[in-house]
């Protein structure tokens, strides 16, 4: 009597545990699909020109979205390595997903950003040369992504995804395109970075380099450096700011406008032995952004054309002729022939369909004619009330 | 009602009431709970036969007494709707096309019912009405008949030029559905094997037993013509031994098979094929071991496919 108690206890504790477990896993469930929807709309708010106030709550979500997720890897993590089953966590279950995107964008991405805005500074994010980091910044954002993966599993509902081999095929194949995508990614950019491939980033450091040489070589000379002063502001329209030994000497745009209108990242800093410049790199950035959006939608349109162009293709031409030949060869009563499309006719699993169909399908026909019976629908539970309990050996 | 009888009807009457079953026909309902009777007679038999229900009597006697009250009960559903099938759904207004001299409809109609009632008391001809029952009520015939006269190809061609059949096609539907009630009446020339439910529901005959069964049912049924007789029972002659058959038994003979193995499907799997399109593609393939005629089953199979039955 006891051992039912503590059985039925043990049970509820587990039914309790499991409906906690259920409901956490939803909540990740909805933080994926709120990240993803903040990953874009991050992008898009700097195409956009949205509000500086806008874009930096934007920062500052994707900060507490990646601290939730790192939170979230560290337990699924510690659970794991107390299971012992690390391995298995991070290959079979896709812990690598969850670590890529978590940890590297907490340290690299949103956390710099979410500190130089809790901070109230700005200027380590715009530190001179910084264009390469920013790119290899917004590249690893890109990891984000991944977590697309995550969620394959919510599309299960829709049809012909019913079958668990034909899910599984689709999450690998989905994950090994997006893995893929999201690696060259990271792959172009930090070679293009090393190797000082030329592109828009390297143009836009030549160019406030060679500005700031200029400048440089006008500041014996205080006529000179008034004169190039004025041409600059008039050939250079990216040059924000021009101080010189603590003392602005030039500013384009009023405090006021610099602080609605930039984000951190949106300026970079030069300094040369008193020489500080400021200069506008919006533009850089709303290519970069660009770029992530096209990356965003490529990642969204495989997945989705994977979800629902692949997966029933493959459960056409995989699962369903299997699922038919399955019952058939089990129930006694499920006499339906496979489905056999002209144009797949030749693939192995229709050959094996077409003998399930011309040679099993008759011949158990015919057994069960010889036998002369059908499936029962009743059993012996109908009159269970009725007939003496089994004794127990 | 006798207590012991009373007790079986009770005992059926709790089977008879399983959801399980609520689909189905009557007579797919008595099969049902025969087979169950059969496979558990083992485990029922200890309680079936203590003093609670029916003490001192035999596995055979049980099983006797249970069948009874089974068929009772299956009666209360299904003699009404054999009834208003014979009486109204089916027109006999045929019969004088297809024979020289006239036959009141209404003596016809009599007669058919009589017979059915007869062969509900023999339990195989009973279980064969299973099949032919089923396709009347799904009217198979009247479905298949329509694509084929809109095809005018084997089936048209043998009944209207083999055959020659000069009816509405309204009316061939009710001629293949009065010789599908007839093709059981095959049972009441064999011999019965005693226990309940047993015994194949449809077996072929050789042409010579259907030739003497004809001349002794067209004694009997004077008012049903003896081409519709020779159908129903021609029916259950394998066209491999007989090349003559009517085209109406060959039908019979197909769609009551079809009847037989009719399953009401909820939701067709994905990858499958429909249900009649698979039944007429398998039984092509078994088509000697019935006795079937291959061209109509190919015709039947092509309807089936192209009208995604």
Redesign the interface.
């Known amino acids: 009597m006891s051992d039912n108690k503590s059985t039925v206890q043990s049970a509820k504790r587990r039914g309790n545990g499991g409906s906690v477990v259920a409901f956490l896993e939803s909540v990740v469930i909805g933080a994926i699909l709120l990240v993803l929807v903040q990953t874009f709309l991050e992008d898009y708010a700097v195409l956009s020109g949205w509000n500086v106030d806008i874009r930096n709550k934007l920062l500052l979500a994707g900060f507490f979205f990646d601290l939730f997720f790192t939170i979230e890897f560290l337990i699924r993590f510690y659970y794991a390595l107390m299971g012992r089953r690390v391995g298995r966590y991070l290959t079979l279950e896709r812990g690598w997903i969850d670590f890529l995107a978590s940890i590297p964008l907490l340290m690299f991405n949103s956390g710099p950003f979410a500190l130089t805005l809790l901070t109230g500074g700005g200027i380590a994010l715009g530190l001179g040369g910084i264009l390469n980091l920013l790119k290899v910044i917004k590249a690893i954002r890109i990891a984000r992504i991944l977590r697309f993966l995550r969620i394959i599993k919510i599309f299960r509902k829709i049809k012909?995804v019913s079958s668990p081999m034909a899910q599984r095929h689709v999450a690998s194949i989905t994950a090994i395109s997006v893995t893929v995508t999201v690696v060259c990614l990271l792959f172009f950019t930090f070679f293009s970075t090393t190797l000082r491939i030329n592109g828009l980033d390297t143009a836009f450091s030549d160019q406030q380099a060679a500005t700031a040489d200029y400048l440089e070589e006008k500041t014996n000379d205080p006529g000179d450096f008034i004169l190039a002063l004025e041409t600059l502001r008039q050939t250079r329209t990216n040059l924000l700011i021009v101080k010189y030994r603590g003392q602005t000497l030039f500013s384009r745009f009023s405090n006021d406008y610099y602080s609605q209108s930039f984000a951190p990242g949106d300026y970079s800093y030069l300094s040369r032995d008193g020489l500080e410049l400021f200069f506008d790199q919006r533009s850089y950035v709303s290519q970069l952004s660009r770029e992530s959006i096209l990356f965003f939608v490529i990642v969204v349109l495989v997945v989705l054309a994977y979800l629902l162009i692949y997966s029933p293709h493959f459960?056409?031409t995989v699962?369903?002729?299997i699922?038919?030949m399955r019952?058939g060869l089990e129930e006694t009563?499920y006499?339906?022939?496979?489905?056999v499309p002209e144009r797949y006719q030749r693939d192995d699993i229709f050959e094996l369909a077409k003998l399930y169909?011309?040679k099993y399908?008759?011949l158990k026909?015919?057994a069960q004619?010889e036998e002369?019976?059908?499936l029962?629908?009743?059993d012996?539970a109908?009159?269970s009330h009725?007939?003496?309990e089994e004794k127990e050996s | 009602m006798d207590p012991t009888l009373a007790r079986a009807a009770a005992?059926i009457n709790?089977?008879l009431s399983?959801p399980?079953?609520n689909t189905?026909n009557p007579l797919k309902k008595e099969?049902?709970?025969l087979?169950?009777l059969r496979?558990?007679a083992q485990?029922?038999v200890?309680?079936l036969a203590s003093p609670?229900?029916f003490p001192g009597k035999s596995w055979n006697q049980i099983l006797q007494l249970l069948y009874t009250a089974l068929t009772r009960e299956t009666d209360k559903v299904l003699k009404p709707q054999l009834e208003e099938l014979i009486r109204k759904q089916i027109s006999f207004s045929f019969v004088s096309e297809i024979q020289p001299h006239r036959i009141p409809e209404d003596q016809c109609r009599q007669q058919m019912w009589e017979l059915t009632q007869r062969l509900l008391q023999k339990p195989e001809a009973r279980k064969s009405l299973l099949g032919p029952v089923t396709a009347i009520m799904n009217d198979f015939a009247g479905r298949y008949l329509e694509k084929s006269f809109e095809d005018r190809q084997y089936v048209h061609f043998e009944l209207t030029k083999v055959q020659r059949l000069r009816l509405e096609i309204e009316d061939i539907k009710h001629m293949i559905h009065a010789t599908l009630l007839l093709r059981p009446s095959i049972q009441l020339f064999s011999e019965g094997r005693g226990t309940p439910g047993e015994?194949?529901?449809s077996v072929l005959v050789q042409p010579q037993f259907a030739a003497t069964a004809l001349d002794s049912m067209k004694a009997q049924l004077q008012n049903v013509p003896p081409e519709l007789l020779r159908g129903g029972l021609y029916s259950n002659v394998s066209f491999e031994e007989d090349k003559q058959i009517d085209a109406t038994a060959r039908l019979a003979a197909i769609f009551s098979s079809r009847g037989k193995?009719y399953?009401p499907i909820a939701r067709?799997?994905?990858?499958?094929?429909?249900?009649d399109?698979?039944?007429f593609?398998?039984?092509r393939?078994?088509y000697k071991?019935?006795g079937f005629d291959i061209k109509m089953l190919d015709e039947c199979y092509k309807i089936a496919s192209e009208s995604g039955w």
């Open positions: 012909n459960a056409l699962t369903d002729p699922h038919v019952r009563d006499n339906l022939e496979v489905k169909n011309e399908l008759p026909d015919r004619n002369g019976e059908s029962i629908q009743l012996l109908e009159v009725i007939l003496p | 005992f709790h089977l399983n399980a079953l189905l099969e049902q709970i087979q169950f496979t558990n485990s029922l200890p309680t609670q229900f015994g194949v529901e193995n399953k067709l799997d994905r990858g499958a094929s429909t249900p399109r698979s039944w593609s398998i039984t393939r078994n071991y019935y």
